[in-house]
């Protein structure tokens, strides 16, 4: 019943934050002054204004906001794009729809790559605390953390793709992989941007899965497990591991979450059709409906991300109990 | 201890585990198994190998793909609606046009160089039928071409088979202006240089609001307007004029380029600072006028007197007293059949009548350049697709808008290529249209080889540049970071453009010595000798093989793409006249050479000692003359829109070539150049005197080079804005263009020479290109060039090129860059190797090409 209550009052506070920092996102996009007047020579100077006129961007800011919302609830219509050179003309959902499975797929095989292989690292780091294979992989953890991805994805891009020939240099089209994301095809194409995306994520697993379980390998409890008669791997998965993962884990669903929004430099290097870039364009381009349809998106995926962290809390120890006095 | 070894070992661990990972192995350099010039085809296993090949070539049986890029994916290849280069990208194949440019061949089958000939493509005749049309639509009583009658191909079809005739075309310009879309290409028909009768007031019909007076009104008639127009130097945007709002801005700022920034105030202190100082035209008069009708400020006095000062000051057309003013105005409301478009006698004539004139035919009735300059086709919409994608207003919008052409479903072709599939952001495929009425064309036999076009975007140049080596993309511009060992391939080409750079050096002697300081000197910058040698400092040669990827050295304000004689392909650099201008600018004796080519052959711009002798003359002049004191310093600020890689890589080189030059001169040591970021406001800056130096030059009207003069002797363009044209004389005698052949010697302003050249309807003679042979003109224009540089306040650099690599696997037609045909494109593009033989041809090559 706590637990209830307290999911009822986050989901609250949620709504709440959401509106506001909606409305003020609406408010601020459009206070800024848009160009009106830069046409090429032998054009007509009044056709942008006209053509801003004739959407409604000259009515009042909250009058405009409150038209945006009724199309969106009642005819879930996000709106055009209008300046963002790529996408003018078109629906912004579809466009933002079409976009988001190279992401989530490059993001979700990245992170199913990367999480076992990660933790797997870290646990077996641990267990070899101060052997060799501990300091080979806590250094290849320290390389790896301290370069950004995108030297990763340059270094594979030039090695693996390029030099060896062992993977193609973009990812491939739908024509291409037979209108088929989960063709071998388009999966194959995907792996250089899945290791660059990769590398980073497996270092950190490696690294906190390392000090926790380092921690919990040594605590009393874990020589009460091994004086009450367990072995040494029964009493590291039955106990030592769950306490290590109290910390780990929200990452781990918070990664999940992640995979909705791209990486801009990961994309363009592996020319990758997703979303990354699409918000910063957007802002830059002062797209109206864009940045409105994302903006929204993103902080809904934020809050919700902060929620389900919060309570996976209470699920993977159950000495947490979120709202209980 | 053996904590220590082991940390030890484990980092050496990884990093040969990272070298392993990312070891670069050695190039196997296995390009030169590619031969160019040989075609290894086999079957394209879509087609029936048993067809023999025709004389288009697309029944060929052999399949040929072209590979590219794009680092921007299209979006809107609507022929009403797109905005930019990035989408008409797909336009250009899926489009077919009336009339087209051509190579000129000579009796040896050979392209004749520079030159091209007219040709007839989905049009098969052009008529200007302004006779006929002058009455009904009330055209000048005098003057041709105000209405032309196109007839079209009876053979033209879509690509879905759908015939296309007359109906069509105009159907289509009824949707491109109706006032429901307000369509962005709309103002092609009105603003542009294609001018349809009553366009404007048919799309624009039923608004009313402010508007720049030269909007509405094309002539200024003082009883009918004067009441009717609204001074302001305001910027666009709502403010308060009178009791009134506006939200339009006069057109005179937007000639101006006054940023939103320049308030009504600022910008008459601007006005008044740079141009109409010590006139009637004062702060205080400019912000009384301001809101004013032109009927309210000629019935003042002192206002009447402001407004003389400055009309006098920016006239030289007619009616440009419009610029000034804003208006209110409510367009009529107009039928479409009172626009200047309509069926003729049958479903295949064209009829259009133009507000302004179009000289699309030569006097023997052949199709002059401009008709597929300024009219290459008329837009065109498949029609059953276009009506189910209209897409209704919005709520709270009035705004209606299509999704025609913004993927493959939604896209009609009547070009030689179709588009099969579009994913943004990632690839587009075209495939050859079957019902492109040009296969059926003689004009058109053996062309279009290729089957297949593959564009996928790339948005990172190093990714295409690996794919370009792999053979997955066959064309890639050279970037200056590889340009150095790729310029000289074998497989890089060139392509001039008529950009020229040159060095602008502050001319405002005012400004010079306001923002000089104890020891630090800007009045040399005043001292010709002293410009003269900063030009003669620079070896550019050298300059533009260090500071560009392949542009060349430039020593005149024209290059190689401004024509004079665009019919006869008169390119102006390569007349006689073009030619002594930069042979005596530089110091070349041309008659000690064979001939003016020679002459122009040797000149480098580069004379170093010279530039000594001459620093040190203009400093011991400034020194006499009290504009430098001993031991003063000179510090030059080099302006800049952005400080990037570029920038800085040219302002350290020429800051080099300065202080060389000053070696051995009394300046030595004392001469130095510093970079400042002036952002968009960099060329006003200029212009304004808030700087010494700035790369800049001019683009545009290549092919009317009396005209482009305009860029280096107006006010309202030229850099050296306290360079006043309107004063400095120059006494020219122009030979046989007087009565008999007679010569005429004048001496008159360099403005005044200019508008002469130009046929300005002030001008003491009319030597227009309508009133005089392009040849006869030849001679003004160089003289006029030659003024310009002689005062060194712009020194031309360099001669822009853009530098590509075109794959083994095709070639064009010619690489000689030809102004009207570029290198042939598609139409000319021929295959070394067919898709199969390509791809065994870069395995057998170790997988990578050489392009070295």
Redesign the interface.
């Known amino acids: 019943m706590y637990m209830f209550k307290y999911v009822l009052k986050r989901i609250g506070l949620m709504v709440m934050t959401f509106s506001i920092i909606f409305v003020v996102c609406f408010v601020l996009i459009k206070l800024l002054p848009v160009d009106t007047t830069s046409v090429g020579v032998g054009e007509d100077a009044t056709k942008l204004l006209t053509q801003l006129k004739a959407r409604g961007y000259d009515r009042p800011i909250m009058e405009q906001f409150g038209l945006y919302l009724r199309r969106i609830v009642l005819d879930g219509d996000f709106g055009v794009g209008v300046s963002m050179p790529e996408y003018r003309g078109q629906n912004v959902w579809d466009v933002f729809i079409e976009k988001l499975p190279p992401t989530i797929l490059i993001n979700i095989y990245s992170s199913l790559f990367a999480v076992p292989l990660g933790i797997a690292l870290g646990i077996f780091a641990a267990l070899k605390k101060n052997k060799w294979q501990d300091h080979v992989i806590s250094t290849a953890v320290m390389v790896f953390i301290s370069v950004p991805s995108f030297v990763y994805a340059s270094l594979l891009l030039y090695t693996v793709c390029f030099k060896f020939d062992l993977l193609p240099l973009k990812m491939a089209s739908l024509a291409e992989a037979n209108n088929n994301y989960f063709s071998w095809t388009m999966f194959k194409s995907m792996i250089p941007a899945v290791l660059a995306m990769s590398f980073g994520s497996i270092a950190g697993y490696a690294r906190g899965t390392r000090a926790e379980l380092t921690e919990v390998l040594t605590s009393e409890f874990m020589l009460l497990a091994r004086t009450k008669g367990l072995t040494k791997s029964m009493a590291t998965i039955r106990h030592a591991l769950r306490n290590a993962m109290v910390p780990i884990f929200p990452s781990i669903v918070g990664e999940f979450i992640g995979v909705l929004s791209g990486s801009l430099v990961i994309e363009k290097i592996f020319t990758i059709p997703g979303v990354g870039g699409l918000y910063l364009t957007a802002i830059n381009s002062m797209d109206y409906d864009f940045y409105m349809m994302l903006s929204g998106f993103y902080l809904l995926v934020s809050l919700v991300a902060a929620l389900v962290i919060d309570l996976s809390y209470g699920f993977i120890d159950p000495r947490i109990r979120m709202g209980a006095r | 201890m053996k904590?220590l070894v082991?940390?030890v070992?484990?980092?050496m661990?990884?990093a040969l585990?990272?070298v392993g990972?990312?070891?670069?192995?050695g190039n196997n350099g296995p390009a030169n198994g590619t031969t160019a010039g040989t075609t290894t085809g086999t079957q394209n296993p879509n087609q029936d190998p048993t067809v023999e090949e025709d004389f288009t070539g697309h029944k060929d049986p052999k399949f040929y793909t072209y590979n590219t890029y794009t680092s921007?994916?299209?979006?809107?290849w609507?022929e009403l609606?797109y905005?930019?280069n990035?989408?008409t990208q797909i336009m250009s194949y899926i489009a077919g046009s009336f009339f087209s440019y051509d190579f000129k061949y000579d009796e040896y089958g050979e392209i004749v160089p520079g030159e091209f000939v007219m040709q007839y493509g989905a049009a098969t005749k052009l008529e200007d039928v302004t006779d006929a049309y002058r009455e009904a639509w009330e055209l000048p009583e005098e003057g041709k071409g105000y209405a032309y009658k196109i007839t079209i191909r009876e053979d033209m079809k879509w690509d879905d088979g759908t015939a296309i005739d007359a109906n069509d075309f105009v159907y289509t310009m009824k949707e491109q202006l109706d006032p429901l879309f307000?369509h962005?290409r709309?103002?092609?028909f009105?603003?542009?240089?294609v001018n349809l009768v009553n366009a404007?007031n048919y799309v624009?019909q039923g608004?009313e609001g402010w508007?720049?007076a030269d909007?509405p009104y094309a002539v200024y008639t003082a009883e009918e307007l004067d009441s009717k127009i609204v001074f302001t130097l305001a910027p666009?945007?709502p403010l308060s004029v009178g009791e009134d709002t506006v939200?339009?801005?006069a057109?005179f700022r937007?000639a101006m380029g006054f940023p939103?920034s320049y308030d009504a105030a600022k910008t008459a202190a601007y006005l008044i600072a740079n141009y109409l100082g010590g006139s009637a035209f004062t702060a205080e008069a400019a912000a009384a006028m301001e809101g004013k009708t032109m009927a309210e400020i000629k019935a003042d006095a002192t206002l009447k007197a402001a407004w003389d000062a400055l009309i006098g000051w920016w006239q030289t057309d007619p009616d440009e007293e419009l610029d000034f003013f804003v208006t209110y105005y409510t367009f009529p409301e107009v039928d479409f059949d009172e626009v200047g478009i309509f069926v003729g006698d049958n479903n295949y004539e064209i009829v259009i009548v133009l507000s302004q004139p179009l000289d699309l035919l030569k006097d023997d009735g052949s199709l002059s350049y401009k008709a597929a300059y300024n009219l290459s086709s008329l837009p065109l919409v498949h029609k059953a697709k276009w009506e189910a994608c209209k897409?209704a207003?919005?709520?709270?919008?009035?705004?209606w808008?299509?999704?025609y052409c913004?993927n493959a479903l939604n896209t009609a072709s009547w070009g030689p290529y179709k588009l099969?599939?579009f994913?943004?952001?990632?690839?587009y495929?075209l495939v050859r249209n079957e019902n492109w009425y040009g296969y059926n064309m003689d004009e058109y036999k053996g062309q279009y080889q290729t089957d297949r076009i593959v564009c996928?975007?790339?948005?990172?140049w190093?990714?295409a540049w690996?794919?370009f080596?792999?053979g997955?993309i066959d064309g890639i511009g050279i970037d200056v970071t590889i340009a150095d060992d790729y310029k000289t391939s074998d497989r890089a080409y060139f392509t001039p453009d008529d950009f020229v750079g040159s060095l602008q050096l502050q001319s405002d002697a005012t400004q010079l010595e306001a923002r000089q300081s104890e020891g630090v000197n800007k009045l040399l910058l005043t001292y010709q000798d002293f410009r003269k040698a900063l030009s003669l400092s620079i070896n550019r040669a050298d300059y533009t093989a260090k500071c560009t990827t392949s542009s060349l050295a430039g020593f005149g304000l024209f290059n190689s793409m401004h024509y004079y004689d665009v019919e006869n392909g008169g390119v102006y650099r390569n007349t006689d006249e073009g030619k002594k201008v930069l042979c005596e600018i530089y110091g070349v004796d041309y008659t000690q050479y064979e001939d003016l080519d020679a002459a122009v052959a040797a000149i480098t711009g580069y004379d170093l000692d010279q530039a000594r002798e001459l620093l040190t003359k203009a400093y011991n002049e400034a020194l006499a003359a009290g504009d430098i004191k001993e031991g003063d310093k000179v510090l030059l600020t080099f302006g800049t829109g952005a400080i990037n890689e570029s920038v800085q890589r040219h302002f350290e080189y020429i800051k080099t070539a300065w202080q060389t030059m000053a070696v051995g001169t009394p300046l030595e040591g004392k001469i130095d150049l510093e970079l400042k970021d002036f952002a968009a406001a960099w060329a006003n800056d200029f212009r304004a005197g808030a700087y010494d130096v700035c790369m800049g030059g001019w683009t545009?009207a290549a092919w009317d080079p009396g005209y482009f003069l305009l860029a280096y002797l107006d006010e309202g363009y030229r850099y050296a804005a306290a360079w006043d044209t309107t004063k400095v004389m120059m006494t020219f005698t122009m030979k046989g263009v007087g009565e008999n052949g007679a010569d005429i010697t004048e001496t008159m302003s360099l403005m005044d020479w200019y508008g002469c050249l130009n046929g300005y309807s002030d001008a003491k003679y009319d030597w227009s290109s309508a009133a005089l042979e392009e040849s006869q003109r030849l001679q003004l224009i160089a003289a006029l060039e030659k003024e310009v540089l002689k005062v060194y306040y712009a020194v031309p650099t360099y001669n822009s090129f853009g530098a590509s690599l075109i794959s083994f696997k095709v070639d064009y037609v010619t690489y000689e860059y030809n102004t009207f045909m570029g290198y042939g494109g598609f139409r000319y593009m021929t295959f070394n190797y067919d898709d199969e033989g390509w791809i065994a041809a870069v395995q057998e090559a170790g997988?990578?090409l050489n392009y070295k």
């Open positions: 904590n082991i940390r070992l484990a980092v661990l990884v585990m990272c990972l990312f070891a670069c192995g921007l994916s299209p979006s809107n609507n609606t905005q930019d990035n989408d307000q962005y709309a103002d092609s009105y603003a542009g240089s404007q624009k608004q508007f720049a909007g666009a945007g939200d339009a801005e057109s937007a939103a897409v207003p919005a709520e709270g919008a009035t705004l808008t299509s999704t913004t099969e599939s994913q943004s952001g990632m690839q495929v996928d975007t790339v948005k990172e190093n990714s690996l794919m080596q792999k997955e545009g997988g990578t």
